[in-house]
């Protein structure tokens, strides 16, 4: 019933069918274009975000990303471990001032905070993720702590230099221009200190001539409310492009014992990430139909959980051929 109740975001119930419309006129499979998207990313973004972001936390918890994962790791302990990693690269101390970049209902925001002691701000431009997040903030008890701010993260309302260190989890992958935001962090960041990332990349196995490669590009995009999907080569030049020095880069899916895609993959099934499953993707697809059809859940809800299961397909296919990648991980310095 939460899942149903939430659908829509702050889109008003009875507008949710034109949103979802729109929202799928970007991309290319209803005849959008790279360019267009770039070019309205804030509409189609917060579009996205109103749609989806009930589906996220119903089906993947606070924390809405993949992880790095080991033998015997549960996909919740992993989530854990790939944000406690950041902030231990990043050096995190107690009390210091820290940005979280895209910071979606704030789940990686708490766990960051409470592991390292720290003040972190969740920067979002979407409403209702950030009404979201403060609840969950009160109830977590970090309200007096950590806060978030409504804003686009390629025009940020921060003084230069305001944040001891800067971060951003498959979020990023968002920004039209990768330069023009790794620029505004480097802004805002203090001179000495650390932005570390998780990037949503397509590999050097991607070949732009390949139909099926793109194919699979276009389900991620459209699935995931991504304007394009840049090379991790494309990230590494906009940060130095932006002034950091990379003290180190490296795709963290390559060595990952366990896939990323394993919790979407059809062929796993898990308890323990039940509705991430092929059995529980289709219960939950069955019951929003079911919901949509006796009006407790706005019209357009099915057309939702479609694009995103296009977004699994997609994810899970992007794996296998590693041409994608949603862990492209950097650390870099503004230099003194």
């Known amino acids: 019933m939460d899942l149903a109740s939430n659908l829509g975001g702050k889109i008003d119930k009875s507008d949710v069918l034109t949103a979802v419309e729109k929202y799928e006129q970007y991309h290319v499979f209803h005849g959008g274009n790279e360019e267009e998207r770039k070019a309205n990313y804030t509409d189609m973004v917060n579009k996205y975000y109103d749609l989806a972001t009930s589906f996220y936390e119903y089906g993947w918890g606070e924390s809405f990303h993949f992880a790095h994962r080991w033998k015997g790791e549960s996909l919740r302990e992993s989530i854990k471990r790939h944000e406690h990693f950041l902030a231990l690269q990043l050096g995190i101390k107690p009390g210091q001032k820290v940005l979280d970049v895209g910071c979606g209902i704030g789940g990686p925001l708490r766990e960051i905070a409470r592991f390292s002691n720290s003040a972190v701000t969740g920067l979002n431009n979407n409403e209702y993720q950030i009404t979201r997040g403060k609840e969950l903030n009160r109830l977590a008890g970090v309200d007096k702590t950590c806060n978030f701010v409504k804003a686009d993260f390629m025009k940020m309302p921060f003084p230069e230099n305001s944040f001891d260190a800067v971060y951003a989890i498959e979020a990023t992958c968002h920004a039209p221009d990768a330069y023009g935001c790794y620029k505004e962090i480097y802004r805002v960041l203090k001179p000495g200190q650390c932005f570390a990332a998780y990037e949503w990349c397509m590999t050097d196995a991607f070949d732009p001539d390949n139909a099926e490669h793109q194919k699979i590009k276009g389900e991620i995009e459209i699935g995931d409310g991504?304007?394009?999907?840049?090379?991790?080569?494309?990230?590494?030049?906009?940060?130095?492009?932006?002034?950091?020095?990379?003290?180190?880069?490296?795709?963290?899916?390559?060595?990952?014992?366990?896939?990323?895609?394993?919790?979407?993959?059809k062929n796993h099934f898990s308890l323990s990430s039940f509705r991430l499953t092929a059995v529980g993707r289709f219960i939950t697809k069955n019951m929003v139909k079911i919901l949509e059809y006796i009006k407790l859940a706005p019209q357009g809800s099915q057309r939702v959980s479609n694009f995103l299961e296009q977004a699994a397909e997609g994810l899970v296919d992007g794996g296998r051929r590693e041409i994608f990648t949603p862990m492209y991980f950097f650390l870099a310095r503004k230099p003194e």
């Open 226 to 265: 991504l304007p394009d999907i840049r090379l991790t080569t494309k990230c590494l030049e906009a940060l130095k492009q932006a002034g950091f020095e990379v003290i180190w880069e490296k795709d963290l899916a390559k060595d990952s014992p366990v896939p990323w895609y394993l919790p979407l993959d």
